[in-house]
């Protein structure tokens, strides 16, 4: 990685960090400029504006997000062969993943720009509604391939079904966050896996499959 990426990663990092503590209304280019170092035409060699700099915070968050679902669900897929048993093996992987961070889940950028959606231009908006309708079509593939193997025991709407991963995980964060107490989030992941379980288990009694 050449300097001048290492430093455009580095106001990244310390963006991201500022935002996810106090937001983004409450986040200022000066602290940034300050804390990486710089000089003012030094930050804005990499950003032209704040905006700039929010979607790129939002399209390294997308990447890095994507390379966290892609190596759990993948491995839960390769473990387990039959696509809801890899499906509840990925859940489990994501709970442990999330346990594991050094002082729990530092937060969602996507939820911390929906609530102050009003500091950012369209390109933003339009960026983080993308970004939440990519998580649903991740997950309503991996539903959709479910299904035709495993019918659910019930009706249910697989559109909802796949947002119920996103606000399974976001909801945890939330929670984490308000109680101070991490274990919220993969306990949480851990009960919408048991929904699942059950939603696509044909009979009751083999409910602990996968």
């Known amino acids: 990685m050449g300097k001048g990426q290492e430093t455009r990663q580095r106001i990244l990092d310390i963006t991201e960090a500022a935002v996810l503590t106090k937001g983004f209304g ?6 940034v400029i300050a804390e990486a170092g710089l000089t003012k035409s030094g930050f804005f060699y990499h950003f032209r504006d704040k905006n700039e700099l929010a979607r790129a915070l ?9 390379a966290l679902l892609d190596d759990v669900f993948t491995r839960g897929r390769d473990l387990a062969g039959d696509p809801l048993h890899g499906f509840l093996v990925g859940l489990k992987l994501l ?18 720009y929906c609530y102050q959606e ?5 390109e933003v ?15 309503r593939r991996i539903i959709d391939e479910i299904a035709a193997h495993h019918p659910p025991r019930e009706e249910v709407d697989f559109d909802a079904l796949a947002d119920m991963v996103s606000s399974t ?4 964060l939330i929670l984490a966050r308000a109680t101070g107490d991490p274990d919220i989030l993969p306990r ?5 896996r048991s929904y699942v379980r059950l939603l696509f288990t044909a009979e009751a009694g083999s409910a602990n499959a996968g």
């Open 58 to 66: 939002l399209e390294r968050y997308l990447e890095r997000d994507d």
């Open 95 to 112: 709970a442990e993943t999330m346990a594991d961070l050094p002082g729990g889940h530092p937060g969602c950028l996507v939820a911390t």
């Open 26 to 31: 409450a986040t200022s280019i000066e602290e």
């Open 125 to 139: 908006r339009a960026l983080n509604q993308r970004i939440v309708l990519h998580w649903r079509a991740r997950f």
């Open 169 to 172: 995980v976001e909801g945890g």
């Open 118 to 122: 009003r500091l950012f231009d369209r």
């Open 188 to 192: 949480q992941i851990m009960l919408l």
